[in-house]
């Protein structure tokens, strides 16, 4: 696998097990975030992210994280060896995001200049993430399945099982 793709929810465990599989296969790593928010958490223009993302993934490998499926898939997919959907409870995934935003420690996958904070837009992401396996789950995989249809995907559940499946893979000689 020199071509990966994670999805899931916020909180899920995307930009953890990104970092583990790019340490693990010696492979860059993308956050689509880093490259999607501006600072203080303002949208680029849409050419501007896609071909931010465009350079990102026109590397030979890569392991990319995130969702931006409408946006960025037909960029991604065609190129990927493998998508990882994340399949982590939503009460995990609210608990994280809350744990992540009181904490507000540096993210290597946020852009600089978007620190989390608990406001009206963060209830806001609450409802988004409580949301997103009745909500917005069904249109990525819609979008997936139509561009990637011959992508294997792997679903992966709580910390043991995305343990295993990272220890699956040889460790890059050094």
């Known amino acids: 696998m020199q071509r990966i793709v994670i999805l899931g929810n916020a909180g899920s465990g995307k930009s953890t097990l990104a970092r ?7 492979l860059p790593v993308v956050h ?4 999607f928010w501006e600072p203080g958490w303002v949208e680029p223009d849409a050419e501007q992210f896609r071909s931010r993302v465009r350079e990102a993934v026109s590397q030979d490998v890569w392991v990319c994280e995130g969702n931006y499926a409408r946006r960025t898939f037909d960029l991604r997919l065609p190129q990927a060896d493998l998508v ?9 995934c609210l608990m994280r995001v809350i744990k992540r935003s009181v904490l507000n420690r540096p993210r290597p996958d946020l852009a600089d200049g978007c620190s989390e904070k608990l406001d009206r837009a963060f209830l806001t992401f ?3 993430v409580w949301t997103f396996d009745r ?6 995989e819609r979008v997936r399945e139509a561009i ?3 992508v294997p995907v792997v679903h992966l559940c709580g910390s043991r099982q995305i343990a295993a499946f990272v220890e699956g893979f040889n460790h890059v000689p050094a």
């Open 20 to 26: 583990a599989l790019g340490k693990q296969l010696g």
């Open 32 to 35: 689509l975030d880093r490259l």
């Open 84 to 92: 990882i959907w994340l399949d982590t409870p939503r009460l995990t």
């Open 126 to 128: 609450l409802k988004f």
């Open 135 to 140: 909500g917005y789950r069904p249109g990525i």
């Open 148 to 150: 990637g249809p011959q």
